[in-house]
Structure formats: C-alpha cells, structure tokens
T-cell receptor, first 115, second 112 residues
Framework: NAGVTQTPKFRVLKTGQSMTLLCAQDMNHEYMYWYRQDPGMGLRLIHYSVGEGTTAKGEVPDGYNVSRLKKQNFLLGLESAAPSQTSVYFC??????????????FGEGSRLTVL | EDKVVQSPLSLVVHEGDTVTLNCSYEVTNFRSLLWYKQEKKAPTFLFMLTSSGIEKKSGRLSSILDKKELSSILNITATQTGDSAIYLCAVVGGTSYGKLTFGQGTILTVHP
C-alpha cells in the first residue's frame, strides 16, 4: 500500500554539491509533479511529466533538472545546490486524461537544507 | 498564468468557533478547484469543486464554489484542536495537463 514514496526524507548539502531526489509511485499514474513548499508561499510547481520520457517546466524550474525514464519514477536533480533551494520538496502523481479527477496523490516530502 | 490567493493567511480561534477560509482565483479555462488539509507532512485531499459540483460537505467541513465571483470558501463549524493545520486551495485550468496551482495557504490554529 505504498502510494507515492520519496527518498531521501532529509538531506543536508553544502553549497555547490549535487543531489537527486527520487519519487516512485505504484499506482500506474501517467502524470507526476515536483513541488517545493516554502513558508507563506504554498506549493510551487518545479517540473512535471505527463508520461514516460516527457518532462516540462513549471513555475520555478531554474536550478533543477528532472527525468522520467520509467513510468513509475520521477527524479529531481540539483546540479549545484544553493541556499535558496532550502525547502521541503513534494512529489505527487495522478492518473492522466479523463481518468483523473484532479486530485493529486502526494508523497510525504523531502526536507532539504543547503548550507 | 494561473493565480490563486487565499485569505486570511493565518487565523487563531478557540474550540467550538466557526471559521470561513477564502480562496480567489484567476485561471484560463477553469476545470476544478480543490481544497487540501496539511498537518505535519503531505497535503490530504478534502474536496474538489467543479462547474457540475459547486457545493460539497463532509461532517463539519463544507465548501462552496462561486464561479461568478471566481472564488470559493471553506467552512469549518464547531472547530476542534485537530482542525489545526494549513489549508491549501488549488485550481486546475483547461490547458495545464492537470497541474494544480496552489495558493499560499491559510494557517489555522485552534486553541482548547
């Protein structure tokens, strides 16, 4: 009964280091999303994917890259971490097309601190 | 670009009070508006409102969509300390591949 799983859940980086956040879903959902959450700013979309092999930019994509090589996985990469990327990151998924009700299914979040 | 604004940003009440949270939006080809509750971790789904379903109710929570005013309210009656959370409003537009645009959230604190 896993749903959406994010790893790691916590990470501390130094400025300039790189890392990858992994999101895995076992619900066969077509659409996957990466959001970041900062105090007072709600959830802001970084990148999203509407299917295996596709990715698209959201509203705050700078400094991040993503890949969707397998339908069940959506990776978020930081090539050179900056303190401004300190945040809580949420992955979410939903069925595509008419099967989707609009509801997103969220992972439990990954807290990233960049020193 | 789609935009969602929530008010108030924070609210402190006592148990038993009734609260109303507001959400206004600007979106191209509106499809749906969703309310989520977020406690310590991931947001959890509360309601989805569409043109064909403008009012929803579940226990002490209810929500109404006003398409004319481009807004929605979330009402919580007889509040309990367990209602303390961040309440997030989000909208889906017609050309957005189902991606949700979220508001800033309302932080609700319910004191005993």
């Amino acid at each position: 009964n896993a749903g959406v799983t994010q790893t790691p859940k916590f990470r501390v980086l130094k400025t300039g280091q790189s890392m990858t956040l992994l999101c895995a879903q076992d619900m066969n959902h077509e659409y996957m999303y990466w959001y970041r959450q900062d105090p007072g700013m709600g959830l802001r979309l970084i990148h999203y994917s509407v299917g295996e092999g596709t990715t698209a930019k959201g509203e705050v994509p700078d400094g991040y890259n993503v890949s969707r090589l397998k339908k069940q996985n959506f990776l978020l990469g930081l090539e050179s971490a900056a303190p401004s990327q300190t945040s809580v990151y949420f992955c979410a998924s939903r069925p595509g097309g008419s099967r989707g009700t609009g509801e997103l299914f969220f992972g439990e979040g990954s807290r990233l601190t960049v020193l | 670009e789609d935009k969602v604004v929530q008010s108030p940003l924070s609210l402190v009440v006592h148990e038993g009070d009734t609260v109303t949270l507001n959400c206004s939006y600007e979106v191209t080809n509106f499809r749906s508006l969703l309310w989520y509750k977020q406690e310590k971790k991931a947001p959890t789904f509360l309601f989805m409102l569409t043109s064909s379903g403008i009012e929803k109710k579940s226990g002490r929570l209810s929500s109404i969509l006003d398409k004319k005013e481009l807004s929605s309210i979330l009402n919580i009656t007889a509040t309990q300390t367990g209602d303390s959370a961040i309440y997030l409003c989000a909208v889906v537009g017609g050309t957005s591949y189902g991606k949700l645009t979220f508001g800033q959230g309302t932080i609700l604190t319910v004191h005993p």
